[in-house]
């Protein structure tokens, strides 16, 4: 169990600014906070995503390079825990990229977990006001299997939408696989997942866990991000969500994920 640390403001009203300075230093430090969501003097999506957003900003200011979004709430019961009717987004940057079967450090992490994924990687911008399946195929370079590590800064996972969000939708890390796939070659819709722990079997699912399809994922995005001001671009990765549940990781293991037409990828915790 993850336990807060004392910030001195754990019954303070917190400002937009006070709540991203706040997680930022649980993500430099590795150190959790208390939740957010009764302390910010705002909770709409607005507010909590203008949180995201300072601290993305501080950290492009630092040089961090922006290569992507991840898709998070993909999941009709993950919705419904949390109260909320649709999905949300994070920050990709490419600090968080890990190499396939590349060892992670679990002191990287305050207390990962980790789930499967299809990746689509963009070759042409997505500008539209309201995409549709084809602007998301034409624009698509190609797909690949995927793990995303999650993380949260929020001490023993004890969130909601407002929490999530303003922690950059629970980002940690993510390992892409090495086999680029052409849309046309892999019915991301009915691709089944399997997800292993050595031996084991922890997780499985496929395609129509993320939202029916990940293409309807993606369509999402693509048009929240234009409202947002951020929109898509050629080479960014979209991390479409889970396809099965997430897994958490206590202790050194290695998962080995294969999806249906897209092949392996695996995460090495040491």
């Given at each position: 169990m993850t336990t807060p640390v004392n910030t001195g403001e754990q019954n303070a009203v917190l400002s937009a600014e006070s709540a991203a300075a706040l997680l930022k230093a649980a993500h430099a430090g590795r150190q959790p906070i208390a939740p957010l969501r009764d302390r910010l003097a705002a909770t709409s999506a607005e507010a909590v995503y203008a949180v995201q957003e300072l601290n993305t900003l501080a950290w492009l200011a630092e040089g961090r390079r922006l290569v992507g979004r991840k898709i998070g709430l993909t999941s009709l019961a993950v919705q419904a825990q949390l109260g909320v009717d649709q999905p949300d987004f994070g920050m990709l940057f490419a600090d968080m990229a890990v190499g396939d079967g590349e060892p992670v450090a679990l002191s990287r992490l305050i207390q990962p977990k980790?789930?499967?994924?299809?990746?689509?990687?963009?070759?042409?911008?997505?500008?539209?006001?309201?995409?549709?399946?084809?602007?998301?195929?034409?624009?698509?370079?190609?797909?690949?299997?995927?793990?995303?590590?999650?993380?949260?800064?929020?001490?023993n996972w004890n969130i909601k939408f407002v929490d999530t969000v303003a922690d950059n939708a629970s980002s940690g890390l993510f390992v892409l696989g090495g086999r680029p796939v052409r849309l046309g070659d892999v019915d991301l819709t009915a691709c089944a997942m399997e997800m292993r722990r050595g031996d084991e079997v922890v997780s499985l699912g496929n395609g129509r866990a993320c939202l029916g399809s990940p293409l309807n994922?993606?369509?999402?995005?693509?048009?929240?991000?234009?409202?947002?001001?951020?929109?898509?671009?050629?080479?960014?990765?979209?991390?479409?969500?889970?396809?099965?549940?997430?897994?958490?990781?206590s202790e050194a293991a290695r998962f080995d994920v294969r999806i249906d037409g897209l092949g392996t990828v695996s995460a090495l915790f040491a």
């Open positions: 980790v789930e499967a994924e299809v990746a689509l990687v963009l070759g042409r911008d997505l500008t539209h006001e309201r995409h549709t399946y084809a602007d998301i195929i034409g624009a698509t370079e190609y797909a690949l299997p995927a793990i995303e590590i999650v993380d949260s800064r929020i001490a994922a993606a369509i999402w995005l693509a048009d929240v991000m234009v409202r947002c001001g951020r929109p898509l671009q050629a080479g960014d990765i979209v991390l479409t969500g889970a396809l099965g549940p997430m897994v958490a990781v």
